[in-house]
């Protein structure tokens, strides 16, 4: 079992930046991947970014150049950077890994205001 505990979120203006945090628990050895998803009211969970324990990334199209993932494998954490903040970014954003299975964050949302 792996436990994801998110901290950061909140609301800002738009052109505004914020930092999520997550940190990893549990049965954690040898865990590649880890990331951020995101959901909007109506809409379905899409991946935000990603990064492999190596620090590859890869970001979605509607987020690159914006936000930043980083990593520290030491202390099992996982961060989102985000700047340049735009109203269609608000939505919950999930801490993500997968070791056998896909484990989820309890979630924290993001309200980006016009």
């Known amino acids: 079992q792996v436990q994801l505990v998110e901290s950061g979120g909140g609301l800002v203006q738009a052109g505004g930046s914020l930092r999520l945090s997550c940190a990893a628990s549990g049965t954690i050895v040898s865990i590649k991947n880890m990331g951020w998803f995101r959901q909007a009211p109506g809409k379905q969970r899409e991946l935000v970014a990603k990064?492999?324990?190596?620090?590859?990334?890869i970001y979605a199209d509607t987020v690159k150049g914006r936000f930043t993932i980083s990593r520290d494998n030491a202390k099992n954490t996982v961060d989102l950077q985000m700047n340049s903040l735009k109203p269609e970014d608000t939505a919950v954003y999930y801490c993500?890994?997968?070791?056998?299975?896909?484990?989820w964050g309890q979630g924290t949302q993001v309200t980006v205001s016009s």
């Open positions: 993500w890994t997968y070791r056998r299975n896909n484990y």
């Open positions: 990064i492999s324990s190596g620090g590859v990334t």
